[in-house]
């Protein structure tokens, strides 16, 4: 494994105003290193999705600073956060979060158009994360014609076409059966054994625990235990 890809310090977060305020995250500190599958894991409410959204720059914390590829966000303007996103998070989701009219390459290929890269490097390199996921031969399809397990392999290449460092995953498997839920898995510890690339896994199914390079536990907004394993599954 290699240096810090992702980093939260001393993280506090409040979400909601006045009498229905309340304390998400209080002084979470973790960090995503290249080459690793972090599992995070706790019950409803302790604070995962918060956590993974603030380490995603989608939420800004109310206290302590988050570093992607070494870049702190502290007092960042929102749109020097989206551009941290684009250049340098990927984000998976259980929903898939897929466009219904746009085919599997087109759904890829977006994140390449919102950088404003040219259309004929961006549809080579779409049809490049479609490969390395098993959908080249799906690259028309759209996700209607799909099974839920395609549709999270379209959105596993939409999160690495663009070279994220840091591949953030929200209950990838929670909409799949279990032997999709295994492949899913299976590709996204394939993507994690990159040195330059850290997958970090929001999850409540313990099947997939022989996958994780490392188990992070979270409960009422606070990390209460961590777990290395040395002989993740290959």
Do not use: W
């Not at 993974?52 to 749109?79: D, F, H, N, W």
């Not at 390459?105 to 404003?116: A, E, F, P, S």
């Not at 299976?186 to 997939?208: E, W």
Request: glycine share 12%; with cysteine.
């Amino acid at each position: 494994m290699t240096g810090s890809v992702l980093e939260a310090v001393d993280v506090v977060k409040f979400l909601g105003k006045g009498a229905g305020r309340v304390q998400a995250l209080r002084g979470v500190s973790l960090a995503l290193k290249g080459g690793e599958l972090m599992l995070l894991m706790g019950p409803s409410g302790s604070g995962k999705t918060t956590l993974l959204s603030v380490l995603g720059c989608m939420l800004s914390p109310t206290g302590g600073t988050i570093r992607v590829q070494g870049l702190s966000t502290e007092g960042a303007e929102p749109e020097y956060l989206a551009k941290l996103r684009r250049e340098h998070v990927g984000f998976v989701f259980q929903s898939f979060h897929l466009f219904p009219t746009l085919t599997a390459l087109d759904n890829v290929r977006i994140v390449l158009d919102v950088r404003g890269e040219p259309a004929k490097p961006a549809v080579a390199r779409a049809r490049e994360a479609l490969a390395a996921v098993g959908l080249f031969h799906k690259m028309k399809a759209f996700p209607g014609a799909l099974s839920g397990g395609e549709q999270q392999r379209v959105a596993i290449a939409r999160a690495i076409v663009g070279n994220a460092s840091a591949i953030l995953a929200d209950e990838p498997t929670a909409a799949l059966d279990s032997e999709n839920g295994q492949a899913i898995m299976m590709l996204l510890s394939q993507i994690a054994k990159d040195p330059a690339r850290g997958v970090l896994v929001v999850t409540h199914d313990p099947r997939i625990l022989p996958f994780a390079d490392r188990i992070v536990r979270i409960e009422d907004g606070r990390l209460v235990g961590e777990e290395q394993r040395h002989e993740p599954i290959n």
